[in-house]
C-alpha cells in the first residue's frame, strides 16, 4: 500500500511504501479498548488513602456512662459516625496496575495506526526540522499541512529540543517519540504527523519479525 509523502511545504513530493501489516488491518476494537483502560489504570497513583477509628487522634475513653442518662449509648470519640471520627470501607493506598501481553498491546496500536491510515488522518513527511525553538515557525509549518481537525500529534523519529520546544505552547499540539505511539494518544488526536524517521521506528518495532 501507498501514501503520500509531503514535505514542510505542504507539497507533495512523491509517494511511500507503508506495510499493510502496520496500516492495512483490520482494527481490533476490544483490544484497543483493553489497551486503553490499561493505560488509564496504569496512569492511576493510588495514593488515596483515609483514617480508619484505629488512626485517627482521640481519647478511646467512653464518653459517658452506658445507663440511666437517657441518651443512646455511646463508645469512643473516634467512632465512625462521631464528627472527626474514623471512615469506614474508606480507600486505602493500592496499585491499580494492569498487565496486557506485548503481543495484544502491539495490536492494538497496529489497530489504531490503520483507524487513522483508513480515515487519512495520518500525514507522511520527508523530513520534519526547525534551525530553532520557535512556536511561530511550527505553526507555519502546520498550517503548509492538510491537518484533520484540530489537535495534532506528532511523532518524531529521535528527540529533538527545538520541534518539542516550539510545539510546547500549542495546546492542542503534542509531541512524542515514535517509540513511544500509544492507542490513547492516537484516540485523542485528530491528525499523526509521522516523519520518515519516525515510520521507520515504528516499522521496526511493530513490523512482522
Known amino acids: 500500500m501507498e501514501a503520500k509523502l509531503y514535505n514542510q511545504a505542504g507539497q507533495a513530493i512523491g509517494t511511500l511504501e507503508l506495510q499493510d501489516y502496520i496500516f492495512g488491518i483490520e482494527p481490533n476494537i476490544p483490544v484497543m479498548h483493553q489497551a486503553v483502560i490499561r493505560q488509564l489504570a496504569n496512569a492511576r497513583l493510588g495514593t488515596h488513602s483515609t483514617k480508619t477509628r484505629g488512626e485517627v487522634r482521640g481519647s478511646t475513653r467512653k464518653l459517658y456512662r452506658q445507663k440511666g442518662t437517657g441518651r443512646a449509648r455511646q463508645g469512643a470519640i473516634r467512632a465512625p459516625h462521631h464528627s472527626g471520627g474514623g471512615v469506614v470501607h474508606g480507600p486505602k493506598p493500592r496499585k491499580y496496575t494492569k498487565a496486557m501481553p506485548r503481543k495484544m498491546r502491539r495490536l ?11 480515515e487519512n488522518q495520518i500525514i507522511f513527511l ?22 484533520v481537525g484540530d489537535k495534532t500529534l506528532v511523532a518524531l523519529g529521535e528527540k529533538s529540543d527545538n520541534i518539542t520546544l516550539s510545539a510546547s505552547n500549542l495546546p492542542n499540539v503534542k509531541t512524542l517519540l ?9 484516540l ?6 509521522l516523519p520518515k524517521s519516525a515510520l521507520s ?7 512482522k519479525k
Do not use: C, H, M, Q
Open 108 to 118: 492494538a496500536v497496529r489497530s489504531a495506526l490503520s483507524a487513522k491510515y483508513a
Open 126 to 147: 520527508d523530513d520534519l526540522s526547525l534551525n530553532a525553538p520557535k512556536t511561530k515557525d511550527f505553526l507555519a509549518l502546520l498550517k503548509n499541512l492538510p491537518l
Open 178 to 186: 515514535a517509540a513511544y505511539l500509544n492507542v490513547r494518544d492516537l
Open 188 to 193: 485523542t488526536y485528530d491528525t499523526l504527523i
Open 201 to 207: 521506528v515504528v516499522e521496526t518495532i511493530l513490523g
